[in-house]
């Protein structure tokens, strides 16, 4: 009889337990899902970046002469073109004339300095022959192309041929001096030299003289 009480009674403590315990469990709050991360855009690496386009450079503009140099050689022409010599053995030769002073006062200046250069721009050797010791000739025009002056008409000549060698990439020079007693200021005279020999071989240069 006491067994069976004893039986009984732990019965009702063991059911009484589990359903606090059930109890304790069911009232336990409900964990809220976690928010889940935004996946992140990446740049498509096969894209490539967006450049601006570059601005396009401005064309450069060929340079033009200075005022001051046209006031001091306003007659003075351009590139240099290659003459087309009708002798064969002029071929590669340049003439490059200078005058000096600049401006050409005629106050001030008795006598103008022309310097000549003959440059050979070949690559052979031109020789020159010369019946006399005289290699160039300078003449002063006027407007009307009319011969004011002549260098050789004051300078001997002397009949002593010669020969005249120019390798390539090199020059030969002559200055002389031409008087400015027939010129008259503000008109327009032109300084031309050339060889006599070889008369082709030619150049020219006109100039203002100023009071």
Do not use: C
């Not at 140099?69 to 240099?80: A, C, I, V, Y």
């Not at 106050?107 to 250069?117: H, N």
């Not at 050797?125 to 002056?149: G, M, W, Y």
């Not at 008409?153 to 008087?179: C, F, M, R, S, W």
Request: without cysteine.
């Amino acid at each position: 009889m006491n067994r069976r009480l004893a039986i009984a009674v732990l019965a009702l403590v063991l059911d009484w337990s589990v359903s606090s315990l059930a109890q304790e469990v069911t009232g336990l709050p409900e964990a809220s899902p976690s928010p889940t991360a935004r996946p992140q855009a990446v740049p498509d690496a096969s894209t490539p970046p967006t450049v601006p386009p570059p601005t396009p450079a401005e064309p450069q503009q060929p340079q033009k002469r200075g005022w001051s140099s046209r006031l001091l050689h306003p007659f003075s022409g351009g590139k240099q073109r290659d003459p087309d010599y009708k002798n064969g053995k002029l071929k590669g030769l340049f003439l490059d004339l200078q005058l000096s002073p600049q401006p050409v006062k005629l106050s001030e200046v008795r006598q103008l300095t022309v310097q000549v250069t003959l440059t050979n721009k070949s690559k052979r050797a031109v020789t020159l022959d010369f019946p006399n010791d005289q290699r160039i000739d300078i003449q002063l025009l006027n407007s009307a192309e009319s011969v004011l002056t002549r260098w050789s008409d004051n300078h001997a000549i002397k009949e002593k041929p010669g020969t005249l060698l120019i390798n390539p990439q090199e020059h030969v020079e002559y200055k002389e001096t031409i008087a400015t007693r027939d010129l008259s200021p503000d008109k327009v005279y032109t300084v031309e030299v050339f060889f006599p020999k070889y008369p082709e071989l030619r150049v020219r240069q006109k100039f203002l003289p100023a009071p």
